[in-house]
């Protein structure tokens, strides 16, 4: 067996799966070793690697993109899968990243899925406190992610927060960035980093007004939010009270609701009964600055309905909808698509003109 011994990321196994599979080197002939810390095997033999022969197979970008990601799984087999589907994409199974029922295959797009998520929390769990030094404003967070994300997900930090100074820090890996250069280091404890700051108030008074009681689901919000990462949120401490404030916050915020139109709606639905509840209803305030109610008009078996928006000044004053300017072209395309306005049902979603008088 041939122990390939190597940086634990994605560029340096690409590396070796390369000069690997130029050389037809079968999967379970190979022992992957990952290069921090690792010893070798009892029964493997650390021979020189083999130099890459003449021929380049080609491989599907799909499994690039797939192999980029599940490299960060924290799953130490998933090397020797890596390269056992590339094996077989290029040994007579070139279909194999469309056969979802395929055990590796299966495996492979669990953990693309799962690292995916992960990246996806830690954007929307890290949290910055800031540091000022001699150089200036610095922002640190702490984040203690389920996989090798770091150096995958620290552009999209820069992106973000590229004006200023900041380190993210996790037990595996640290990311660096001085407004210029990103770097990566040593992971750190958590007790490294610091704990509060004066913004921290603020973003706190923040939350806690965007904090919707009605939309509260414990069971979903642990889902999303996970408990594990709760430690370095700081809102995450005003939860239990905002929870236990929900009940009596819903019933505040029903009672300053704004009226409806639901009072006014009869109880049959028939245009002409429509149209005379429509010309009472005082279901918001839009009524008060139009000349009259513009209702639908045309068949109530109409095959077809043209729906506008809101009418305008020639149609509140007419009390018709699609009379005016806008009316006159919906008129000419009728008539050029060869169809009969009679036939055709025309309305708009608002049924009030709102406008404000300026000038003459």
């Keep these: 067996m041939l122990e390939v011994v190597f940086e634990p990321d994605f560029p340096h196994w690409r590396d070796q799966a390369r000069r690997l599979l130029a050389n037809d080197a079968a999967p379970d002939s190979i022992l992957w070793s990952e290069s921090q810390g690792s010893q070798a095997s009892l029964f493997s033999e650390p021979a020189e690697q083999p130099a890459p022969s003449a021929r380049s197979p080609r491989v599907p970008k799909a499994f690039l993109d797939l192999a980029e990601l599940a490299a960060c799984h924290r ?13 077989r994409l290029t040994h007579g199974e070139p279909k194999l990243l469309a056969i979802d029922s395929d055990p590796d295959i299966l495996r492979l797009k669990q953990m693309h899925h799962a690292v995916g998520r992960d990246m ?13 030094d001699a150089e200036g404003d610095r922002y640190i967070a ?3 992610p389920d996989h090798h994300i770091v150096e995958a997900n620290a552009p999209f930090f820069v992106r973000r927060f590229g004006a200023m100074r900041f380190a993210i820090l996790t037990p595996d890996k640290s990311a660096f960035w001085d407004l210029t250069h990103l770097t990566f280091g040593p992971g750190v404890a958590k007790n490294e980093a610091p704990q509060d700051d004066a913004l921290e108030q603020l973003w706190l008074d923040y939350y806690a007004s965007i904090f919707n009681p009605a939309r509260v689901k414990i069971s979903a919000m642990k889902a999303e939010m996970p408990v594990r990462h709760w430690s370095t949120m700081p809102e995450t401490a005003l939860i239990p009270s905002l929870v236990a404030q929900a009940d009596s916050r819903v019933t ?9 139109a639901a009072r006014f ?3 049959s639905h028939s ?3 429509l149209a005379e509840a429509a010309r009472a209803c005082q279901g918001c305030d839009l009524y008060k600055h139009a000349t009259q109610t513009v209702f639908g008009e045309g068949p109530a078996q109409a095959r077809v309905i043209l729906v506008g928006e809101q009418p305008g000044d020639s ?17 000419q395309a009728l008539e050029e698509a060869g169809v009969d306005r009679k036939q055709v049902y025309v309305t708009n979603a608002v ?10």
């Design 75 to 87: 799953d130490p087999d998933r090397w020797p899968l890596l390269y056992r589907v590339l094996y």
């Design 120 to 132: 996806h929390k830690m954007r929307a769990f890290v949290r910055f406190r800031k540091v000022t």
């Design 142 to 144: 702490w984040h203690r």
């Design 252 to 260: 505040q915020m029903a009672k300053q609701q704004p009226d409806s």
């Design 265 to 267: 709606i009869p109880a």
């Design 271 to 273: 245009l002409h009964v």
């Design 315 to 331: 149609e509140d004053l007419a009390g018709k909808p699609f009379i005016g300017p806008a009316g006159r072209l919906l008129d």
């Design 351 to 360: 049924k009030h003109f709102k406008f404000v008088e300026r000038g003459k």
